[in-house]
């Protein structure tokens, strides 16, 4: 065939389609993926173990031994039909990797880590009679030298735009708060990554300003919010809600009251998170 030159060669999307419990969807981008895996054109993924099969007849089998209808890890949160457990990278190595080989299927922008060891995950499952169906997911470094929450977020595309992004984006800063850390999405983000975290920052800012009773810092907002003021000021500009008045970032509370709020998406309630940091 043409000479391309190698990487382009790789970055070639590689499958057409993953079936991960009741949804067979299309995948976007490249993973690299062990070698018996690639150039298939629908992988099998158990919504349990998360292990992979070449063929529905191996996943049926598989499901038919199976005994495990969770995630591996602790349950920190269950409220209704939604649940998170917390998986620590070096303990469930098998598991937390094959979340990377699928998050990259719907990831373009950046590399990722395939040593999970120095990352906790936490997965987000819809529960029914049949079990915890994973729905999207969240990484974090367990020590992180620049404060980020979150190294990787996804949902699913089935479960997408239902307001799950923000559920995940909403425990990760509950997490900071209760380190006393203020946090922020490791960068650079995607298109929908940009698009999930403004819609978040957006309405957590709005919310609080439409509260307040008399005049908030930046700093305020950001012990408030464990939001880096970074964010708060970017998310405030865009919002155009801010102005630089003699050296200072000034917020106009007038236009808050006119703004839309939009869609509030699945509540995360942090009664429900049972968790502490490690000490
Ligand atoms: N088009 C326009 N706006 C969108 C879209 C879209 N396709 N998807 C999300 N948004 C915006 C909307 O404002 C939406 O709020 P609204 O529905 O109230 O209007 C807001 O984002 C949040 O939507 P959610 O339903 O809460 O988020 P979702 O469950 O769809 O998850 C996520 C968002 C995680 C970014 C998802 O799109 C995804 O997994 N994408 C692929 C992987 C990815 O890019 N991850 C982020 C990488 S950056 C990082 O990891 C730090």
């Given amino acids: ?58 996943l049926e089998r ?13 349950e920190i949160y269950r409220k209704d039909h939604l649940a998170v457990f917390e998986v620590d990278g070096a303990r469930n190595h098998f598991y937390c990797q094959n979340i990377c080989y699928i998050s990259k299927l719907f990831l ?4 990722l880590y395939y040593d999970v060891d120095p990352f906790l995950f936490y997965v987000l499952c819809e529960i029914d009679d049949w079990g915890y169906h994973f729905v999207g997911y969240f990484s974090k470094e367990k020590a992180s030298e620049e404060n980020y929450n979150v190294a ?8 997408q735009r239902k307001g799950y992004g923000k559920f ?4 990760s800063y509950e997490l900071s708060r209760r380190e ?3 946090g922020s999405p490791e960068k650079p983000l995607s298109d929908l990554g940009l698009l999930g975290y403004r819609s978040y920052w957006s309405q957590i800012l709005i919310d609080l300003l439409m509260k307040a009773t008399g005049p908030l810092s930046i700093e305020d ?6 939001m880096k003021t970074e964010d708060i000021i970017g998310t405030l500009r865009a919002l155009d809600l ?25 509540p995360f309630d942090p009664q429900y998170l049972r968790w502490s940091p490690p000490v």
């Fill in 108 to 111: 373009d922008h950046k590399t």
């Fill in 242 to 266: 801010v102005h630089y008045h003699e050296g200072q970032h000034v917020i106009d509370l007038r236009r808050v009251e006119h703004m839309d709020l939009g869609n509030r998406g699945m």
């Fill in 221 to 226: 907002i950001a012990d408030r919010t464990m």
């Fill in 180 to 182: 006393g850390i203020r």
């Fill in 152 to 159: 990787c977020i996804l949902t699913l595309p089935p479960y």
């Fill in 1 to 58: 065939g043409a000479d391309l030159p190698a990487d382009v060669v790789t970055r070639v999307k590689n499958l057409h389609s993953i079936v991960i419990g009741r949804w067979e969807m299309e995948t976007w981008y490249y993973s690299p993926l062990p070698p018996e895996y690639r150039n298939l054109r629908t992988l099998y993924v158990c919504e349990f173990t998360l292990k992979f099969f070449r063929t529905r007849d191996g």
């Fill in 168 to 171: 995940l984006i909403a425990l």
């Fill in 62 to 74: 598989h499901l038919a031994r199976n005994t495990r209808w969770c995630p591996p890890g602790r």
